[in-house]
């Protein structure tokens, strides 16, 4: 690790070229780069974590559990897990509405279920919940910041590589000249 950091200071030692003292320079732009990153890693993470808050909203208007009974039985006997079955319910504003919901499998006529409504009255997906909201957002910042990583690596050695065959053209010919002495 020493090794690694003592490569890429600046000094006066005479025995570094060129070429090192820009793949330096290129490694701190790099660098500088990646943190200037966590910006928009920062405003990605706002941006989700703000739908989510969004999505969590209920309340009159935006969105509210109704309470609905299975009209018919759910498909699937006794099996584990939901299907879609049709289901009556009042709308906040008495109109009795039927459509097909999600329902437990196996569920018997009759029995009720919790259907999300939207402002106008239509289904709509229930409210994420906090920790969904939170783990999107922090999904999203560590997903950009991993990106500008991939990026920047990727470019380092794509500078590096270029830097090496420049090197290894200056080395070959150094001894070129040095066998025609």
Same mark, same amino acid.
């Given at each position: 690790?020493?090794?690694?950091?003592?490569?890429?200071?600046?000094?006066?030692?005479?025995?570094? *070229? *060129?070429?090192?003292? %820009?793949?330096?320079? +290129? !490694?701190?732009?790099?660098?500088?780069?990646? %943190?200037?990153?966590?910006?928009?890693?920062?405003? =990605?993470?706002?941006?989700?974590?703000?739908? +989510? &808050?969004?999505?969590?909203?209920?309340? @009159?208007?935006?969105?509210?559990?109704?309470? #609905?009974? %299975?009209?018919?039985?759910?498909?699937?006997?006794?099996?584990?897990?939901?299907? *879609?079955?049709?289901?009556? $319910?009042?709308?906040?504003?008495?109109? %009795?509405?039927?459509?097909? !919901?999600?329902? @437990? #499998?196996? =569920?018997? =006529?009759?029995?009720?279920?919790? !259907? $999300?409504?939207?402002?106008?009255?239509?289904?709509?997906? @229930?409210?994420?919940?906090?920790?969904?909201?939170?783990?999107?957002?922090?999904?999203?910042?560590?997903?950009?910041?991993?990106?500008?990583?991939?990026? &920047?690596?990727?470019?380092?050695? +794509?500078?590096?590589?270029?830097?090496?065959?420049?090197?290894?053209?200056? $080395?070959?010919?150094?001894?070129?000249?040095?066998?025609?002495?």
């Amino acid at each position: 690790m020493t090794l690694r950091v003592r490569r890429y200071r600046f000094d006066r030692n005479p025995l570094r *070229r *060129r070429s090192d003292r %820009l793949e330096t320079v +290129g !490694v701190l732009v790099a660098l500088a780069l990646f %943190l200037l990153s966590v910006w928009p890693a920062a405003v =990605a993470g706002r941006l989700v974590h703000e739908g +989510g &808050l969004y999505s969590e909203r209920t309340g @009159p208007g935006i969105r509210q559990p109704t309470t #609905a009974t %299975l009209v018919r039985d759910a498909p699937g006997s006794g099996s584990i897990g939901e299907t *879609r079955a049709v289901a009556q $319910w009042v709308t906040p504003a008495g109109r %009795l509405t039927s459509e097909r !919901v999600a329902a @437990p #499998a196996g =569920a018997k =006529a009759g029995t009720p279920v919790i !259907v $999300w409504l939207d402002g106008q009255g239509e289904v709509t997906r @229930p409210p994420t919940c906090r920790a969904e909201t939170l783990a999107g957002a922090i999904t999203m910042g560590v997903l950009v910041m991993a990106g500008s990583a991939a990026v &920047l690596i990727t470019g380092v050695r +794509g500078f590096r590589r270029l830097l090496d065959r420049s090197r290894q053209a200056a $080395w070959e010919t150094s001894w070129v000249r040095a066998c025609d002495r």
